[in-house]
């Protein structure tokens, strides 16, 4: 099946520097990519859509400076949180729809999450 | 707009016993619902999902969910459940032309019991 590859799958940084997040499709192609956020015991945030080879799309309240979304490639989107501080601590988790199957109700994939912590 | 709610923030239940998590939608338009599960520290697996044709859709793990449009509901059910089956799991909803631009509820963290 579908594979998502994200990486690192927990990571501790010091208050200030940044982080970056990978996320791959191993064996499918997916012009668009999802960026979610999950804090303790609760829903998925979608952060922001990020598209293959355009500028990221991000909801209302998200900080596209703090949040750096990057999709350079068919297989390849990354999130980077600059400056980080404790509040950025989270559990971030990517999905990517395969561009060969087309909507309707192909499923998201999902990778494992990163589990950021800033100290 | 759109919404989902899942009413139980936590079930617990015994092993070999029926289960049933409940989530309801809001939508002015026609949906796709989706129920995923997360098993600590993991992405979102594809549980079922329910896009046109029969209500009812099943998963190969036991699971079902029927859908239901009169009643706005998708809830889950497994007839018996196994202590793997714990996990936190999460209904979700989209629609036509939502771009897999997916709402979710606030989970259900599925307990299962000896």
């Known amino acids: 099946g579908a594979v998502v590859s994200q990486h690192p799958s927990r990571v501790i940084c010091k208050s200030g520097t940044s982080v970056k997040i990978e996320c791959r499709s191993l064996?499918?192609?997916?012009?668009?990519m999802f960026w979610y956020r999950q804090f303790p015991k609760q829903s998925l945030m979608l952060m922001a859509t990020?598209?293959?080879?355009?500028?990221?799309?991000?909801e209302q309240g998200v900080e596209k400076d703090k949040f750096l979304i990057n999709h350079a490639s068919l297989t390849l989107s990354t999130l980077t949180v600059t400056s980080a501080h404790p509040e950025d601590s989270s559990f971030y988790i990517c999905?990517?729809?395969?561009?060969?199957?087309?909507?309707?109700?192909?499923?998201?994939?999902f990778g494992n999450g990163t589990r950021l912590t800033v100290t | 707009a759109q919404s989902v709610t899942q009413l139980d923030s936590q079930v617990p239940v015994f092993e070999e016993a029926p289960v049933e998590l409940r989530c309801n939608y809001s939508s002015s338009v026609s949906v796709y619902l989706f129920w995923y599960v997360q098993y600590p520290n993991q992405g979102l697996q594809l549980l079922l999902k329910?896009?046109?044709?029969?209500?009812l859709v099943e998963s190969i793990n036991g699971f079902e969910a029927e859908f239901n449009k009169s009643q706005t509901s998708f809830h889950l059910r497994k007839p018996s459940v196994h202590i793997s089956d714990t996990a936190e799991y999460f209904c979700?909803?989209?629609?036509?032309?939502?771009?897999?631009?997916?709402?979710f509820g606030t989970g259900t963290q599925l307990k299962v019991e000896l």
């Open positions: 979700a909803v989209t629609h036509t032309g939502g771009g897999n631009k997916l709402t």
């Open positions: 990020s598209n293959e080879g355009s500028k990221a799309t991000y």
């Open positions: 999905s990517a729809r395969d561009s060969g199957q087309g909507w309707t109700g192909s499923p998201l994939h």
């Open positions: 329910y896009l046109s044709g029969s209500t």
């Open positions: 064996d499918f192609q997916a012009t668009t």
